[in-house]
Nanobody, 119 residues
Framework: QVQLVESGGGLVQPGGSLRLSCVIS????????MGWYRQAPGSGREFVAA?????????YYADSAKGRFNISKDNAKNTLYLNMNSLKPEDTAVYYC???????????WGQGTQVTVSS
């Protein structure tokens, strides 16, 4: 059974950095884009960044993430990463790992990891 397990969230001061990880297991994701979404209290879930899981490493970023966040992967470890720098209070949210099928198949979600940016 497919599992996406996030880790790395926590409390950080404004301007600080965090690295989120998502370990992927139980499936083949050759036809998937893997990415990160976030959901702040009282808001809907929004796209943050994504990367092709197989083949090349084309990346996609939300405008809010460009220049501050970097998405990467380690296929050998089945792990997706999100390096977040220059964090702002408005980055506070639950961050979710996502696997989106490029062929119309099943999409997958992790359970989320809380990121809080506060002084």
């Amino acid at each position: 059974q497919v599992q996406l397990v996030e880790s790395g969230g926590g409390l950080v001061q404004p301007g600080g950095s965090l690295r989120l990880s998502c370990v992927i297991s139980g499936g083949t994701f050759s036809a998937y884009d893997m990415g990160w979404y976030r959901q702040a209290p009282g808001s809907g879930r929004e796209f943050v960044a994504a990367i092709n899981w197989s083949g090349g490493s084309t990346t996609y970023y939300a405008d809010s993430a460009k220049g501050r966040f970097n998405i990467s992967k380690d296929n050998a470890k089945n792990t997706l990463y999100l390096n977040m720098n220059s964090l702002k209070p408005e980055d506070t949210a639950v961050y979710y790992c996502n696997g989106e099928s490029t062929l119309g198949g099943t999409d997958y979600w992790g359970q989320g990891t809380q990121v809080t940016v506060s002084s």
